[in-house]
């Protein structure tokens, strides 16, 4: 069987259309779809229901769906931070069947092939928080690729040297079942094998990360009794999409983040980041580092970016 693995997506429907025509031409059989689907990006329905039409995928939540989730049930008069209107308006713009269907994907998911496992998460605490290893994260890429240019291959072994330089990771590779994991978060395609565990970032479909533009996903074939993995970008037409987000209800109600959102579709940069760290160096120069961030403190922080 070939997998298709996605993530990522965050709405941006050019993007996954182009990238799942890609998988079908290469023969792809199942689709595996690893989260952060309809955010911020202004298709959030189409995307939704794009998904839900597919048939042999494996669907599960990520941070972004597990946002809506603790929107549910709250007063909306109460929704006054500019930090999250994407998030405000993307809960708004999905229909109830749709916002259903998101926020009650399941957070793992586990396929039996060939006697081995896959697990899909949306993210793995080895590979960013716990250790928290620098080459994946997106802002520290960023930083590297500005002062030295790499090539994605240098890229991979790099940081998967940076990984297993870690005794305290190497530990927790070594607990984990011999199998495949599946990932992705941090916008940054990557795969990489040690000890019988495989490890595949299909990178962000919709908002790359990693310096590259065009619409990443990841393939996984089972080949007798190895695996086989292969990196994929599509090029798409992205200022087809970069004008259909300035001209969305997204971009009226929340015009700031959809001018970095486009910074990032259009560079393959983590300007989403770049402007978080920024909003909250601001803040703590202001002496106010409460959160969610108050909107004074977010006036302040657009007013000294540099778009």
Known sequence: MKYAIFSDMHGNLPAFEAALADAKKQGAGKFLLLGDLCSPFPWANEIAETIRSMDFAHVIRGNGEGYLINLLGQNQAD????????????????????????????????????????????SLNIFFRSPKIKPFHSSYFRILMEKKPFSH????????????????????????????????HNHMQFHMEHEGKI?????????????????????????????????????????????????????????????????????????FGEFVGHLIETGQKLGKTEYPVGNDVWEAAVKSWEF
């Open 153 to 184: 291959e240098e890229y991979l072994a790099f940081a998967k040297k940076a990984l297993l330089s870690r005794p305290d990771a190497l530990e927790q590779i070594r607990l984990l079942p011999k199998g495949v994991y599946l990932f992705g």
């Open 199 to 271: 490890f595949v970032n299909p990178g962000s479909c919709g908002s790359a990360c990693d310096c590259l533009t065009g619409a990443a996903y990841t393939l996984l074939e089972h080949t007798g009794d190895s695996w086989a993995v292969t990196e994929r970008r599509v090029e798409y037409d992205i200022q087809l999409a970069a004008g259909a987000l300035r001209g969305s209800g997204l971009a009226a109600e929340a015009p700031v983040w959809a001018k970095i959102i486009e910074g990032q579709l259009m560079s393959g940069k983590d300007c």
């Open 79 to 122: 929704w006054t931070y500019e930090q999250f209107k994407p998030l405000y308006w993307s809960f708004r713009a999905l229909t109830a069947e749709n916002l259903k269907y998101l926020t009650n994907l399941p957070e793992t998911f586990d396929i039996a092939d060939g006697g081995e496992n896959i697990r899909l998460a949306h």
